[in-house]
């Protein structure tokens, strides 16, 4: 199984941009899908951004489209999440998530996802 990590998150201004990673271990991390879910205080877990194993198909939520982009490099067995524009609407845990069952599309149900990493806060002041 695949084991994630994040990092990248910190504290920034609005309209700053930051980047997040998601470090991966464990065997054919290149077979599985991935996306970035973010939850703020008192709600629920939600999709942000998703990639397919092979990188050729993203989505993205529609609060962050046009602003965040998904990336990956399955050499270094990493994903990435630039996030450009940032707002207080913004502020949240991220977490990376992985899942290799779905073999069409990208799931946007955090129920999918069976692999987690542990969470990055990214926090945005005005």
């Known amino acids: 199984q695949v084991q994630l990590e994040e990092s990248g998150g910190g504290l920034v201004q609005a309209g700053d941009s930051l980047r997040l990673s998601c470090a991966a271990s464990g065997p054919a991390f290149d077979k599985y899908n991935v996306a970035w879910f973010r939850q703020a205080p008192g709600t629920e877990r939600k999709f942000v951004a998703g990639?397919?194993?092979?990188?050729?198909?993203?989505e993205y939520g529609d609060s962050v489209k046009s602003r965040f982009t998904i990336s990956r490099d399955n050499a270094k067995n990493a994903v990435y999440l630039t996030m450009n524009g940032l707002d207080r609407g913004d502020t949240a845990v991220y977490y990376c998530a992985a899942e290799a069952r779905n073999t069409y599309g990208i799931p946007k149900s955090p129920w999918e996802y069976p692999y987690w990493g542990p969470g990055t806060q990214v926090t945005v002041s005005s």
């Open positions: 990639s397919r194993w092979s990188g050729g198909f993203m």
